[in-house]
């Protein structure tokens, strides 16, 4: 078992910075690759990102190319999700996912979500 726990979403202005955190615990192995999810409402959910638990691979997705960044915290923990330059489309809730490998179907474990505002 994963658990996973986020934090760090809140209300900001658009153009401002935002960082989140996803902590894990458990049974989570080098292999493992943690994902950022977000899903704004009245859309479907969509991926922003993603790294290894070893932090030696990452994946960002086409809204987060250019602002956004993705790193491992060796000492907390946790993958952390940079987020500059927010735009109002960035408003979503930001959910954190962990799947066994880059070769995996499907992302097991899931946090609660952190609600991310960008106000103009």
């Known amino acids: 078992q994963v658990q996973l726990v986020e934090s760090g979403g809140g209300l900001v202005q658009a153009g401002g910075s935002l960082r989140l955190s996803c902590e894990a615990s458990?049974?989570?192995?080098?292999?493992?690759?943690v994902g950022w999810f977000r899903q704004a409402p009245g859309k479907d959910r969509e991926i922003v990102g993603w790294i290894t638990w070893s932090g030696s691979n990452t994946y960002l997705g086409g809204p987060a190319k250019g602002r956004f960044s993705i790193s491992r915290d060796y000492d907390k923990n946790t993958v952390n999700l940079q987020m500059n330059s927010l735009r109002l489309e960035d408003t979503a809730v930001y959910y954190c996912a962990a799947r066994s490998s880059v070769f995996a179907a499907n992302y097991a474990y899931w946090g609660q979500g952190t609600q991310v505002t960008v106000s103009s």
């Open positions: 458990g049974r989570i192995f080098s292999g493992y690759v």
